[in-house]
């Protein structure tokens, strides 16, 4: 019988595929956006999305990593994928008020 454990990180590992796939379709659209229009808001609003999306690997990168890391280490692990939400919602802050 397999581990219902083994299926919920299965399950886990494909949802957070579907995110980071969904987070780099918008970086890909505000990319495209960027390029037909131009415009400091638009520029704003990738390089916002292109943080998140980074943010979101590395968030999935990290869960994988720090399973067996140490306290510590997971902790910085944690400090370094919040780095980038935090300039990329600024960023998309940023686009909205221009």
Do not use: C, H, W
Request: no cysteine; aromatic share 14%.
């Amino acid at each position: 019988m397999v581990e219902l454990s083994a299926i919920a990180d299965v399950l886990l590992m494909g949802l957070r595929l579907v995110l980071f796939a969904l987070a780099l379709g918008l970086t890909f659209i505000s990319f495209q956006a960027y390029n037909q229009k131009g415009g400091r808001r638009l520029e704003s609003a990738f390089i916002g999305f292109a943080f998140i999306s980074m943010g979101v690997a590395l968030t999935t990168i990290s869960t994988q990593i720090t399973r067996e890391a140490t306290a510590e280490t997971a902790t910085y692990f944690q400090v370094a994928e919040t780095i980038p939400f935090i300039v990329g919602f600024s960023m998309l802050y940023l686009s909205l008020y221009r």
